[in-house]
């Protein structure tokens, strides 16, 4: 008897969703990288731990197919995109990675509804939520930017947005206390 409760289609959806999580980590991780070599330790520590939220995700989704007995495959990741030129647009582009990101979780809900697959559209809800909240982290602080000066921002602006970030709350956890319930 077949145990996989995943259709193929969904099943290929959500290991491409495993690697753009991936994905998205090794993108916080870069531009994190770059932050610190920069001298802004506050947003480099920020997008450390998302780097590590984004790799959380993946965690989820791999044990979300392994619970339904489904295929999990393990691909390369592709290289993150060239650095930003400056925290403004470092910003910008972590708010269209997100978006990106949502269209794809977008993509799952749809697939999972047309298939009746009410488990796995269920499972999505969560990425659905996680989502609106991303979004939105990544809108304020464009909002904060602006109001520094966006891309004009003085060496003061900077000092004190990277200040704010080192106090932050760190919602992320380490990976081997992540669960389906607690990603
Ligand atoms: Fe896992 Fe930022 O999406």
């Known amino acids: 008897m077949d145990k996989n409760r995943l259709s193929k289609t969904l099943s290929v959806a959500l290991n491409i969703q ?11 991780l870069s531009y994190a990288s770059w ?5 802004f330790g506050g947003i480099a520590n920020f997008l450390f731990r998302h780097a590590q939220e984004e790799r959380n995700h993946m965690m989820k989704i791999l044990e979300y197919i392994l619970k339904r007995c489904g295929d999990a495959h393990i691909t390369a990741i592709p290289a993150p995109p060239e650095n930003p030129a400056t925290i ?3 910003f910008e582009k972590v708010f269209e990675h997100e978006v990106d ?3 794809s979780v977008y993509k799952l809900v ?31 602080l464009i909002d904060k930017l602006k109001m520094a000066g966006g891309e004009k921002a003085s060496s003061y602006a900077l000092y004190s947005f ?13 990976a081997q ?4 319930e607690n990603p």
């Open 18 to 28: 495993i690697t753009k999580e991936a994905h998205a980590s090794q993108i916080y």
């Open 35 to 39: 932050a610190a070599s920069q001298g």
């Open 88 to 90: 403004h647009s470092c």
């Open 110 to 140: 749809k697939m999972s509804f047309e298939e009746e697959d009410w488990a796995t559209w269920n499972f999505m809800q969560w990425f659905v939520k996680e989502q609106v909240e991303e979004e939105t982290l990544a809108i304020n």
């Open 162 to 174: 990277d200040r704010d970030l080192e106090k932050a709350s760190d919602k992320s956890i380490s």
């Open 101 to 103: 990101n949502t269209k």
């Open 177 to 180: 206390d992540v669960t389906t």
